[in-house]
Each structure stands twice: as C-alpha cells, then as structure tokens.
C-alpha cells in the first residue's frame, strides 16, 4: 500500500501593518514638541513652544482644552496612568499637574533649579521622574510634591526619562551620548549604554521590559538588551537626526519620527523598515502608539499633529 503524503500545513503569514493619514489637528500656534494618547485612547495631550497644553478628542481631532499657566516653551506632557491628570515639564522651570477634566492646574512639583525637557508618571501614578538641563533626574511624590530622590550620572542635560512598564527601572538619555538605566528602589545605575555617536534624543522600554529602544542625532534607532545593556540591533534608514521612538503595544513594531520631517515604521525582528509616513513638512518631533496599536500619532515643528491609522 502506498503511503498516503502528509499534506505540509501552510505557515500563516504574519499580517503586516500599513497605516494611512486619519486627520490633521490644528490648534498650537508653535512648535508641537510632544503628543500622547490618553489611557483609553479617546483622547490626545501635546505640548508646545507655544506655552499651552492642549487636549484633543481623537475622533473629532478638535481640541477640547487649552492648558495655559506656563510662561514658556512646553517641553512635554503625559496623561497619568488613570487618565484623571496631566504632567507637563517646560523651559519656566516649573512641572505641574492638571486635571484633565477641567483643564485646571492642580499642583506645582517641587523647585527645580533648571529648564526640565522631560517628566512622566510612574504606572501606578504615585511618582514623577523629570529631566533636566542640571544634568540631573529626579524622582517626586505626586500627593506632596515634594523630592524623593536625585539621580546622578550623565554628564551632560537629560533630554529624556522614562519608567518601565513595571515601574521598577527609569531609563534616561542624555547629551552625553549615553543611556542609563536606573533602579529605582535604590537610585543606583544598573548600566550605561554606549554606541551612539550623538545625543540621545529619546529612549522607550518594551512593553515586556526586555529591550529599550533608543534613537539619537547620529541619525541611527537602536535596540539595547536591558539584563545585559548590549546592543542588540542598529534602525537605520533616516536621513537626518531622530527625534522620537515609541513601540507598539504588542512589542513587534516600533514607530520612529525624525529631522527629514517623516514617521518610519520597523519590524522589531528583523530591523527591516517597513513603511514610511510622509506629510509633515518640517521636524516630527514626537510619535505615539494608542493603547490597541491601531492608531499613531506624531507632532511636528509645522505645528500640527497627524494621525495615521492601521485599517484590520
């Protein structure tokens, strides 16, 4: 008897994800330096060298609030992880905290002696890390305001700090070059990162805490390994500096915006770009993933922020 073939099972191919323009939103009268979605995605926060803070509905891409009470540029501003409050850092020196419903300002973080490019709530919203051109990171009480601790290490200003989703780690880059990884228990470093041969504009953690990715004026995106701090991978495809990277929810993309006004997307394994986003026609300083992957958004120095959608 012959012996019947086993029919080979065919290997599913892995859905690619091609995004497309969704909306412009207009609003800021200045350089967009930085934009968020909110918790449940409904909602988008972005900050401006303009001086406000502006909240947009994502489906309308109309702003519902205007934040205003810094008296300069807004460097950046993050929904807390309840959606509830706002923290937003600028050149006045100052990081404050607003609710998100009203609009209205409900706090002021500590004294910070220097302009702070960077703060953020930690996952449970108990803590701010901020960032400073002091060349210093500091860990504050949300409830008091008041300073928990300092961590030193760079060299130069700290453009940008992040917690890891498990709130244990902080990860900060620098104009030094470097990233460092921070435990945040004890403020001690756990590594610093080096390869870059320019400023580190910005790094993000894995939704698994595994890797940071980092991206810098050297024009280069990298990927790090976070038990060992070695490199893992180099993105290159950008022309000029890259100003912004974020990481898709599932872990597998990651999205990267830059100087030569285009938002890039990279397939994680691989490192291969898989799609260039063009229509902002100046610097694309930030980029963020909403929390089911589907939707990006990036903000510009032309003063808008864009939405491009994946259609599954």
């Known amino acids: 008897k012959k012996k019947k073939k086993k029919k080979k099972k065919k290997k599913k ?3 690619m994800r091609y995004f497309q323009p969704l909306k412009i939103a207009q609003g800021h009268v200045g350089n967009v330096t930085s934009v968020k979605f909110s918790p449940n995605s409904e909602q988008l926060v972005s900050a401006s060298t303009d001086g406000t803070v502006r909240i947009w509905d994502v489906k309308s891409g109309i702003d519902i609030k205007v934040l205003r009470g810094h008296m300069e540029a807004i460097y950046e501003a993050y929904f807390s992880p309840d959606g509830k409050s706002i923290v937003s850092c600028s050149r006045d020196k100052t990081i404050r905290i607003w609710e998100a419903e009203s609009g209205k300002e ?5 004294e ?9 709530f930690s996952p449970d919203g108990k803590t701010i890390v901020s960032g400073s051109y002091d060349k210093q990171i500091r860990l504050w009480n949300v409830n ?7 961590l030193e290490g760079h060299s130069r200003v700290v453009c940008d700090v992040q917690f890891s989703p498990d709130g244990q780690m902080v990860v900060s880059s620098s ?8 435990n945040t228990q004890s403020g001690e470093k756990i590594h610093q990162l080096r390869g870059h041969s320019g400023v580190v504009l910005k790094t993000k953690f894995s939704p698994d805490c595994c890797n940071i990715v980092s991206c810098s ?6 990927i790090w390994d976070v038990l060992s701090g070695k490199e893992v991978r180099t993105l290159q495809g950008h022309d000029k500096a890259v100003t912004g990277v974020h990481y898709s929810p599932d872990g597998q993309i990651i999205v990267s915006c830059a100087k030569d006004s285009t938002v890039r997307i990279w397939d994680v394994k691989s490192g291969n770009q898989i799609q260039k986003l063009e229509g902002h026609f100046d610097c694309v ?5 909403s929390t089911n992957g589907n939707t990006i958004a990036s903000s510009s120095l032309d003063e808008t922020i864009r939405l491009w959608w994946w259609q599954y």
């Open 175 to 182: 104009f030094d070059n470097t990233i460092i990884l921070w």
């Open 112 to 120: 910070c002696p220097s302009a702070t490019l960077s703060a953020q």
């Open 144 to 150: 008091s305001g008041h300073l928990i601790k300092k």
């Open 217 to 222: 004026s050297d024009n280069t995106i990298r």
């Open 13 to 15: 191919k892995k859905q």
């Open 106 to 110: 409900i706090r002021r973080i500590g």
């Open 285 to 289: 300083n930030d980029v963020n993933f």
